[in-house]
């Protein structure tokens, strides 16, 4: 009796939450299925809380300098439909935040600099347009053609340092997840939609302490959009990118819990020369951390090298920091740590990429 | 080092324990001085700390801040200074003051919230913030969105108004309800709890500014701040500053600083009194133990010695008293905090005491002060005890003090040399930004002058005494005054410097009042005025837009209305305020008294629409300008020359008033918003249905509305409530020198116990004993009364003519409160009788046998 009750609670629980796509506050949920649609998905989504445009990537200057370099523009919802506007109404009510984050790593003269800007839909400020690729938070700006595979520009400049480069995907987008949605927990909604170019023809400029070089190299971006998606007891993620030299691009991510786990929706995709993706769920690779950092900033202990082995790629490889400290301890935002890695055999030592990765969580839960 | 301390036992200790009465009575005179000085120090202290934490509530390191001209400035300069390099994060913020427990109507109600709208969403965010935000469930779109608002957890508490309440308050004329989404914890560094935050959206709509920004708090590069702010200065609107963070809490520093001052002053004399008690303790024990001294000397001490040791007596008083006075002064300064605190919230600006702020140099001050000035005062006695020849004092009934011949007549000659330095330094003008300091030391010469011109007037005093015939008890009495000429000066004197200081501050006060009085009944001549509820005095902050007079104006009944608009202005180095109105009234309805009687017509002509003002008295005297002279000012419409056409009476703003033409003022300053409102009935209207009709119409607007009786009886409160600390004071200082009366006649007593043994002896009764020292308090109750009166009324013409009007530029009316000089008489004279009451009774039971003992 009891458990006829139980399954039947269940049942009704479990289509109660299929129906609801909607946040309480009204915002959408990301659910399964979602066909993806370029362009107009690599615009803004106002109908989720919670959208970013991640930039990764390497680049050597003509000299032969090294950096890697990170530029975020986030974009939070506040409230889903926009503010209402009227006389006697304040230019600065919002219902959008735009903060933005901006990292060199400077591999050759070995240091970090990240700056953080925040601003909201005011006085055009931040801005992400629904209607064309175009996000900018205060002056830093991601722009591009309405293209399936669009030629973006990304511009930021922040005390005596700049990147101003110009992106060219060589991959159509690679769609992660299964059935357009990327689970990050077993609860419906906990999922994002994230596609990402992994594998962009990157020139342009950059400025490192007031001294321009002229750069080429090869960046990643993450587009990634949804409402709510960490479910309770999560405390972080480490995120993977990887790409290697045969044309071939891995993307993991792990989430952590509270418990020491790990939620078992954890994914990631390998992308073929040709473009074409393999969902990987976690069963089909393994992550070992070889060391931990200890931050001199927020006293955080990151683990710092880590030992991958994943279904379809033949070595396993080695994944080491090109710096320890890569922490964006931003005042106002979250802590996290974020660097250029490089990639190396683990039989030969012979290289075989470059790669980032994401630690979030480790200097306090993270909260979304 | 041992001989000392045998001495100090030998001569003080053992004595103090057989003393104990009157140990206590000057202990407790030093303690009451110490602690009126200490509690004005913590109070002063404390107002400008909370002061401090309400105007400069910042985000850390902001090293460069912009401030606009007049009423905020356009919110787009926020883009133009972020996007300079070097500029690392530019937080804008909008302020403004919302009025919590507020009753419309009673212009004395409900409490004023500084108001900080912020962009909560930046990195440098204020501290209190960022502990509130840590406490509560935070919702940002709540908080932007749905007028949310962080409060102290004092107005949480005071009003309510818990995480999650609606907070009901006027911002200006309207009634908001503000969401509370979190509680400030109390301590929270740099947040006074009179500060409330609400997102810079909230701030714009509450407080009308849409568009505009009051401030930018902006973090640069600290290595290039010179050039950044060269930067800045050129991408912000016209007539903006852009300054290091303190410099504008200096400013509102100095404009506190004379008010304090005065306020220490007055605290400062209580403590001078009070030392004068331990000149009579060490003079005491000085003059009862001249035979031990003698032995003492003749045993082989050392002058030095013996001085040392008396010295060390009266830093014993002093020490134990002082410390006794930081208690008290710590007890009473919880009440002087609150009246200081009331004087600066009403003058300057909202702001609440949290906490004392004693500081340590307040505590090093009244310690070494008190302990300092003790052994001062002890220095006279001991070094007449260390005078003493052993011969001379080893015989018995050494009398009290060796006459110094001529020396009333020496000492008056310095006196009268004193007045004479005291009316040439009320001469001299103020020093710096209004600090009256030669009026000050005219003040302590007048002092001085009156207590060295004591003794001679005592001598003449006891030779009345003596002639009043047959009368044993007032021959005798005359005989101990002329005995201990400088005993009875000190204490005459100090008594008379207390009466003195009253009778100056009742004239003062009197004077004040009565001019303020008679200027409100000159110059409020409308019928009703109107300003928003819950603001002081009209609120500066340009709460009616421009259609609220012409409603008010087309209401049946109304005859004509004026608008006032003001606020203050940096000027100089300092502030001044601002003041806007239509010059044309003043041609019909003269509301301000010009001095010098101009054509009132011609100088309306001459001001209006232009850029020619009216400027209060006491910023003519601060400035130094007066008619046709002319300043230069940053406005928004960028550097402007005015020039002065007139000078008014004014006793509003301590900082000084200019007048222009509402017109001027639109056209310079882009603003058209009105502070208050002057309202003329018809003949023959009811003013209560014209205040009704007027509400009604004005309605949902909440309004003040008054007569211009009830604005009077309000101006009055205000000014006898700023007053009320002074009262406290000189009640203080009186105290004190009745204690000294007490102890004085103790003195005397105890110095004179053979004689009055001897007295007794040859037949003199205990009722002829009690009235012999009744006779002698009365002596020095009615000099006391004379000199202090006399002193007083020098003392308020230094107030009235020297100190207020160079640092307040105030031209006050003497009044002459002729009844207060009898009442204040009265009261010395029934004072020292009454101090007499208890030394006449020891006195009168001393027997032959003990003092025969002695011998």
Known sequence: ?368 | MRTFAALFRALVTGYARANVLRAIVTLIAVALGVAASYAIDIANDTAVASFSKSVDVIANHVNLQVFGAGRGFDERALLRVQRLPGVRSASPVVEGEIGLGVHPGDPQSGELLRVMGIDITRAALPNGVDAAQAEANFDLHRFIDGNGIFVSRRIALRYRAPAGSLLAAYAGPRLVHLRVMGVIPPNTVGVDSSVAFVDIATAQELFGKIGLLDRIDIVADPARLDAIRAAIARVIPAGSRVLAPHTRLDEIKRMLASFQMNLSALADVALLVGMYLIYNAVAISVVQRKSEIGTLRALGARRREIFMTFVAEGGLYGAVGALLGLGLGFVLARFAVQAVQLTVSTLFVASHADGLVVTPFATAKALSVGIGLAMLSAALPARDAAATAPARAMRTGAGAEHRVPGLGRASAALGVASLVVAAALARLPAVGDGVPLFGYAAGIMLIVGASLCTPIVLAGAAGVVRAIRGNASTTIAAGFLRGSPRRFSVAIASLAVAVGMMVAIAILVGSFRATIVAWTHDTLGADLYIKSPGTVDAGFQGYFSPGVPRVVASVPGVAAVDTFRGFDVPFRGAFAQLGATDVRSLATRNELRFLGHPDVRALVRSMYDRNVVAVSEPFSTRFGLGPGDAFTLDTPSGRTRFRIAAVYNDYSTSGGTFMMDRATFARLYHDDTVDSIAVYAKPGVNLADLRSAIVRKLEPLRIDINTNREIRAYAIAIFDRTFAITNALYGISLTIAILGVVSTLFALVLERREEIALLRYIGLTRAGVRRTVLVQAAVVGVLAAAIGIGLGILLAADLIYVINRQSFGWLIEWRSPGWFYLEAAGMVIVAALVAAIYPARVASRIQMSQVLRAE
Not at chain 1, 308 to 321: F, M, Q, S, Y
Request: net charge positive.
């Open chain 1, 1 to 368: 009796m009891r458990n006829k009750l139980a399954a039947l609670l269940l049942a009704f629980v479990t289509l109660v939450a299929a129906t609801t796509v909607r946040t309480k506050d009204g915002f959408r949920l990301a659910t399964a299925p979602y066909a993806f649609s370029f362009p107009r998905d690599h615009y803004a989504h106002d109908a989720y809380r919670t959208e970013w445009w991640y930039f990764t990537g390497h680049l050597r200057a003509a000299d032969g300098h090294r950096f890697g370099y990170e530029l975020t523009f986030f974009r939070i919802g506040l409230a889903p439909h926009p503010s209402r506007v009227a006389k006697g109404r304040s230019a600065w009510r919002a219902a959008q935040l735009y903060p933005a984050h901006f990292a060199i790593t400077d591999e050759t003269g070995k240091r970090f600099v990240y700056y953080e800007t925040f601003a909201r839909d005011a006085l055009g400020q931040g801005y992400a347009s629904q209607r064309r690729l175009e996000v900018r938070s205060n002056g830093w700006t991601l722009t591009g053609t309405s293209q399936v595979r669009p030629v973006m520009h990304l511009h930021a400049r922040s005390g005596n340092d700049a990147l101003d480069l110009v992106e060219v995907p060589e991959k159509p987008p690679a769609i992660n997840g299964r059935d357009g949605i990327s689970r990050k927990g077993s609860c419906v909604g906990c999922a994002s939609h994230y596609y990402s170019f992994t594998r962009l023809a990157t020139t342009g400029a950059l400025v490192r302490d007031g001294v321009r070089y002229t750069v080429h190299g090869l960046s990643w971006m993450d587009h990634e959009y949804g409402s709510d998606e960490l479910q309770r007891g999560q405390v972080g993620w480490d995120w993977f990118s990887i790409q290697l030299a045969g044309r071939r691009e891995i993307m993991l991510y792990r989430l952590r819990q509270r418990d020491g786990g790990t939620t078992p929706q954890s994914s990631g995709s390998l992308v073929a020369p040709d473009g074409s993706v393999r969902y990987l769920p976690l069963s089909a690779f393994t992550i070992v951390p070889t060391g931990t950092w200890t931050s001199p900033h927020t006293h955080a202990v990151y683990p710092s090298g880590w030992r991958l082995r994943v279904k379809g790629v033949r070595d396993e490889l080695i994944l080491t920091p090109a710096l320890a400290d890569q922490e964006l301890a931003n005042p106002g935002g979250t802590t996290y740590w974020e660097g250029a890695v490089r990639v190396t055999d683990a039989r030969t030592g012979a290289r075989l990429g470059v790669g980032y990765v994401e630690l979030t969580g480790y200097a306090g839960a993270l909260k979304l």
